[in-house]
């Protein structure tokens, strides 16, 4: 690498330091320049003069701009043999230039007979472009139409199997279908990109047990993992069983259900912890530790030599019994990133199957994530979890971005309960990976199945699923505005990244108010009554039965001969009486009765 240059500053008696990249652009910048002006000048000195006397004046200003650049400084003073060199090698970039110019002209590609392929006649002579120029025609003169060669695009010959030469007509790769590319989809660049190889999981039955309002009982807990099973998930992650009696029982019965997911335990990095999970029949264990100074001061106490220690002995404990094992660091995101590479590295090479990543607290965002699982995917070999927190709102996006990044595995739970506001809920992160990849995410789990999961789940916890949850809330596939109701009908991908029916659900467009009541109006008119209903709007709110109310007085108007389109009056005062009457008709039944 360049080093790091110094010059004097104009101002003061002092040294500015110029960083290596800033002298490569402003180098690059010169030579460009000097080519550019090298080009032109050699091209002018070369043509006759039709004006000795103004060509000799042009030439000499074009000699003096060959030292000087666009900002105005000239070039520093180089030796006799490096300005040689320099000069000879751009006279020979112009020589070449010209010769292939001429070899072009010698060839007759234009004058080939008609049976050639057409984009060869098609071809126009090189003209003396300055290199670098964006736009090679942009001073050529106007083509009369008499003199240019009609292409048939459709017929028109394949080069290395692609229409109109590599990049197909109009810049569109020929050979292409026809459907729309996915602009959410993993690039083919994106080798450590798992957005479409991921397991995910589902922690409902141990991160959601620290939800506020959660307490399940076994029948619960059973009911719940059978469903998460139905759904497709790859894990299912319990309790710790050293943390009561009732939770090894609850673990022991989960584990004899012979479910094809996983069942996995979390467990803090101790032995003790580690012989009890492994006699409940688990399929793996979690082991975490926290490592942020926050959680060493004020949590467990230890020093990051006693919490290796330990994962090494806890570890090799677990992976003498055969089962999975996995090591995580807790509060990754505040821990020393050398402590956090050092310990992954070490649980690594005594052959952990994962790492863990966790955001405690939530405060991690995107960019952070993808650097840190970024990094660690050079350390380890090994496959790489994350568990995020929902405090800041980042869930979502933060495991989206580390997959994207190399992880392999994502904690979830339904609803994203968890402690606080909860974690990366399985719904939203369903959705944004059908969003990535539809085929992939649908042959992996049972889609509709998460309605039913997410409504056992809130029961549980007594909680509603909110309105605006992706996928299964009140209003994830109802369209109201009228633009996107019209687009939606005709076509639904309009207004909808994810398919409905996919997941078992149906979409709900709010169409005309006047088709729903069955009255017969003409556009004008429909118009004409939209018109008055947006006026009152404005004056107080508009509930659904005083719009229907309003549509059935104007239909009655229009029929009668009463109303017409725009009479503004007639309309008010049909509504007039139509209140009088519905006041009059409430006051008959109190009369009645005091009679």
Known sequence: MPRATTRDHPDRHTKQVLAPDVIAKRTKRHLEELERTNYAASSLL??????????????????????????????????????????????TAILYRKGLAALIDESGLASLPPTQPSYLTASAPASPVPP????????????????????????????N????????????????????????????????NNISNFKIIESTLREGEQ???????????????????????????????????????????????RLKAKVLTHIRCHMDDARIAIETGVDGVDVVIGTSSFLREFSHGKDMAYITKTAIEVITFVKSKGIEVRFSSEDSFRSDLVDLLSIYQTVDKIGVNRVGIADTV???????????????????GCDIEIHLHNDTGMAIANAYTALEAGATHIDTSVLGIGERVGITPLGGLIACLYAANPEYVKSKYNLPMLREIENLVAEAVEVNVPFMNPITGYCAFTHKAGIHAKAILNNPSTYEILKPEDFGLTRYVSIGRVEQLGIQLSDEEIKDATAKIKELADVRTQS???????????????????????????LDRLLKRHREGSLSSERAPDLTVAA
């Open 211 to 257: 939800f506020a309002n959660a307490f399940f009982d076994t029948k619960t807990k059973i009911a719940i993992a059978k469903a998460l099973d139905a759904f497709g998930v790859e894990y299912i992650e319990l309790t710790s069983p050293a943390a009561s009696e009732q939770s090894r029982i609850d673990c022991e019965a989960i584990c004899n259900l």
């Open 544 to 570: 659904m039965d005083d719009v229907d109310s309003l549509l059935r007085v104007y239909h009655s108007g229009i029929q009668s001969g009463e109303l017409a389109v725009g009479q503004k009056e007639a």
């Open 46 to 91: 070369n043509e006759p003069d039709s004006d000795p006397e103004g060509s000799s004046s042009q030439k000499s200003k074009f000699r003096a701009r060959q030292t000087v650049i666009s900002d105005k400084r000239t070039f520093p003073t180089v030796n006799a043999a490096k300005k040689k060199k320099s000069t000879m090698n751009v006279r």
């Open 161 to 192: 199997g692609h229409r109109n030469g590599v990049n197909g007509v109009n810049g569109v790769a020929a050979g292409r279908d026809d459907r729309h590319r996915n602009p959410y989809a993993p690039r083919a660049s994106d080798f450590l």
């Open 132 to 159: 670098r120029m964006l736009c090679s025609n942009a001073n050529a003169s106007p083509v009369q139409r008499d003199e240019m060669v009609s292409v048939d695009v459709k017929a028109a010959p394949t080069v």
């Open 362 to 380: 939530g405060c991690a965002n995107p960019r952070q994530v993808y650097e840190l699982v970024r990094t660690l995917r050079g350390v380890v």
